[in-house]
């Protein structure tokens, strides 16, 4: 009888320390160390024809600066930048947003340069605001019959609710990106 009793509390002890725990496993983020990256928005102007409507334009647009050049000593991401305007079917969000911090700052490419941040942001009735951006410097200026620049964004909510998003050429404006990488 102690036998079987033995061999019981070892399989419960056993089966006990293999169940997975119910509470949240501790996850360390990583690092993050921005790369030599220089973008400048001069009103970087996207209008996507399929976001278009008879109550919407299709429109956002790209503004501002941000830095983070390590070798200059600004080894912070630093500037301002936002989207705005937005104005395109399927967004809850119509209107500016503007970037508040630059979590992740990372670029790459020579010919036509990459970069990506990620961060928070503020909107009108959006809570916990984050966003992620893409831009791409495919061509100087706006030259006829040449690839244009890209802008891509997504935003999301306190919950993980996107509520805005695009991604299209930019027709009219500039963006200019420099990347060491």
């Known amino acids: 009888m102690i036998k079987v009793c033995s ?50 334009t299709g429109f956002f647009a790209l503004r501002g600066k941000l830095e983070c050049v390590p070798t200059k000593g600004v080894v912070y991401p630093v500037g301002t930048l936002g989207i705005f305007g937005i104005n395109m079917s399927d967004s809850h969000i119509q209107g500016d947003v503007t970037f508040t911090t630059f979590e992740q700052v990372t670029s790459g490419g020579k010919d036509t340069p990459t970069m990506w941040v990620s961060g928070q942001c503020k909107a009108a009735n959006v809570r916990g605001c984050h966003y992620w951006l893409m831009a791409v410097n495919n061509v100087p200026g706006h030259p006829v019959g040449k690839t244009y620049d890209v802008v891509s964004f997504l935003i999301l909510d306190e919950t993980g609710k996107r509520v805005a998003y695009g991604t299209g050429n930019v027709v009219d404006g500039d963006l200019k990106i420099l990347s060491t990488n």
């Open 7 to 56: 061999a019981h509390l070892f399989l419960a002890a056993v089966m006990w320390v293999s169940t997975p725990a119910s509470a949240q496993q501790i996850q360390i983020p990583t690092l993050q160390v921005c790369n030599d990256t220089e973008l400048t928005a001069n009103n970087a102007v996207v209008i996507i024809e399929t976001r278009k409507s008879p109550s919407f």
